[in-house]
């Protein structure tokens, strides 16, 4: 798989699995343009990780459910790369909390759909314009998305229920321009949201009840990411793939 010459530009890329992916796609030969929000030394880091490795990236900070660092964050890749964006993935997201129905107000819905949904709509608008046919834009829901997630996970649930929808949308409309769209669901990765928001013993009951018997790991994620964003994915569209270990089965 050979990313030569293409654009990614990769929302939420500077740590976990978005570091990874950011990682994948320029060892594939990809220019990576790599957001964060307020992990700077995890962006850093993860650019600096590609540039000692020969890659080419930029970082760029930003917050994607603000229209105008959604619209910098597109102006500083085609200043850095030219006038196309081969790739998107939309990996910026989060839980935030672990809220009960009556613990919920209408404001912490709100931001939970703007963090998980409409970033992926700003970005996915605002990059469109520069990608041509034969691009690939790769989406993160979650496998709560399918089961409803664990105690307190419900309105990111249905933000990344939301995900799946919009997903399979996007890749009727888009199929027409040469454009795929797809979206992840993982299961039990070991990052730092694991890491805050999922007690350890919950970890390894989870983690116990997966066929293999372990959690997934980033880099695990981000090769099926690489995959997707390659010439050998172009008959693959409006999918939700799970990588889950084989814990839920669609």
Same mark, same amino acid.
């Given at each position: 798989?050979?990313? !030569?010459? /293409?654009?990614?530009?990769?929302?939420?890329?500077?740590?976990?699995?978005?570091?990874?992916?950011?990682?994948?796609?320029?060892?594939?030969? +990809? /220019?990576?343009?790599? =957001?964060?929000?307020? !992990?700077? *030394?995890?962006?850093?880091?993860?650019? +600096?990780? #590609?540039? *000692?490795?020969?890659?080419?990236?930029?970082?760029?900070?930003?917050?994607?459910?603000?229209?105008?660092?959604?619209?910098?964050?597109?102006?500083?890749? #085609?200043? !850095?790369?030219? $006038?196309?964006?081969?790739?998107?993935?939309?990996?910026?997201?989060?839980?935030?909390?672990?809220?009960?129905?009556?613990?919920?107000? *209408?404001? %912490?819905?709100?931001?939970?759909?703007?963090?998980? %949904? =409409?970033? &992926?709509?700003?970005?996915?608008?605002? &990059?469109?314009?520069?990608?041509?046919?034969?691009?690939?834009?790769?989406?993160? +829901? $979650?496998?709560?998305?399918?089961?409803?997630?664990?105690?307190?996970?419900?309105?990111?649930? +249905?933000? /990344?229920?939301?995900?799946?929808?919009?997903?399979?949308?996007?890749?009727?409309?888009?199929?027409?321009? =040469?454009?795929?769209?797809?979206?992840?669901?993982?299961?039990?990765?070991?990052?730092?949201?694991?890491?805050?928001?999922? /007690?350890?013993?919950?970890?390894?009951?989870?983690?116990?009840?997966?066929?293999?018997?372990? *959690?997934?790991?980033?880099?695990?994620?981000?090769?099926?990411?690489?995959?997707?964003? $390659?010439?050998?994915? $172009?008959?693959?569209?409006?999918?939700?793939?799970?990588?889950?270990?084989?814990? !839920?089965?669609?």
């Amino acid at each position: 798989m050979n990313l !030569a010459g /293409k654009v990614a530009v990769v929302t939420g890329g500077g740590r976990d699995i978005g570091k990874m992916i950011s990682i994948k796609l320029a060892s594939m030969g +990809a /220019k990576v343009v790599i =957001n964060y929000f307020d !992990a700077q *030394e995890d962006g850093d880091k993860t650019l +600096a990780e #590609i540039t *000692e490795a020969g890659g080419e990236a930029i970082l760029v900070q930003g917050d994607m459910t603000d229209q105008a660092d959604v619209d910098n964050l597109v102006k500083k890749a #085609i200043a !850095a790369f030219g $006038s196309e964006i081969n790739i998107l993935v939309n990996v910026a997201g989060g839980l935030v909390a672990r809220k009960t129905l009556a613990e919920m107000d *209408e404001d %912490f819905i709100n931001f939970l759909f703007k963090l998980n %949904f =409409n970033t &992926v709509f700003l970005v996915s608008k605002a &990059v469109l314009p520069y990608m041509p046919a034969g691009s690939s834009i790769i989406n993160f +829901a $979650s496998q709560a998305a399918r089961d409803g997630g664990g105690p307190g996970a419900s309105a990111y649930s +249905a933000a /990344k229920g939301a995900v799946l929808t919009f997903t399979r949308s996007m890749a009727k409309e888009l199929g027409p321009k =040469n454009i795929r769209v797809n979206a992840l669901c993982p299961g039990m990765i070991a990052t730092t949201f694991h890491d805050t928001f999922t /007690k350890s013993e919950v970890r390894t009951i989870v983690a116990n009840g997966t066929p293999l018997r372990r *959690e997934g790991q980033a880099k695990e994620v981000a090769d099926l990411v690489g995959y997707l964003a $390659s010439d050998e994915s $172009s008959f693959i569209t409006g999918n939700n793939i799970d990588i889950n270990g084989g814990l !839920a089965f669609s």
